[in-house]
């Protein structure tokens, strides 16, 4: 059975992440959305809780997916889970030295764990959760960017 982590910090998922989730459960047995703390994010708009229930919500419709969150290493979480395959999407040339430092830090910590870099659809390469919370700051709409459950719940914490 063929079990990849798709992890992130989903704060909050946006319809390029489910994009890939939706193509990732096509090819693989089973997925799991991993929502981890990074670092270098300081301050995060949703609780991890929030982004729990919002993904729960917008994965309902593919069988194989779950959700999770997990206080620590990528690699940790993947051993206790016995994975050993973690995806990551690219959007452009920019996110490419970080995944790859990223990708290459764990397998230096954990040789039996390769990522695999997925394409983003270039309909989404230009989304980021980032993006979005900086529009809804400004009370624009999100909805071409996040599932309509993300748009109400985003709304809300601007108001
Ligand atoms: O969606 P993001 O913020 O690009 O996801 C990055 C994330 C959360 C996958 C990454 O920061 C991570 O793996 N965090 C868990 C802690 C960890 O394992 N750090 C070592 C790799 S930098």
């Known amino acids: 059975m063929n079990t990849v982590i798709y992890p992130g910090s989903f704060d909050p998922v946006t319809l390029g992440h489910i994009d890939l989730i939706k ?14 703390n990074n670092s270098t994010k300081k301050s995060s708009l949703f609780s ?10 917008v994965i309902k419709e593919f069988d194989n997916v779950s959700v999770d969150s997990y206080q620590g290493l990528l690699v ?11 995806i990551r999407g690219l959007r452009e040339i920019t996110d490419f030295a970080s995944e ?3 990708a290459q830090a764990n397998h230096l910590v954990s040789p039996e764990i390769e990522t ?3 394409a983003t659809n270039p309909k989404y390469s230009f989304l980021s959760s980032s993006m979005v919370k900086e529009y809804a700051s400004y009370g624009m709409s999100v909805k071409d960017f996040v599932p309509e ?3 109400v719940k985003i709304e809300e914490k601007y108001k």
């Not at 193509?23 to 981890?36: N, T």
Request: aromatic share 6%; proline share 0%.
């Open 76 to 86: 940790d979480y993947a051993k206790e889970h016995n994975v050993n395959i973690i």
């Open 149 to 151: 459950i993300v748009r």
């Open 100 to 102: 790859l430092q990223m």
């Open 23 to 36: 193509r990732a459960s096509k090819m693989f047995d089973k997925v799991i959305v991993c929502i981890l």
């Open 116 to 118: 695999l870099f997925m």
């Open 48 to 57: 991890i809780d929030e982004r729990v229930n919002m993904l729960c919500e």
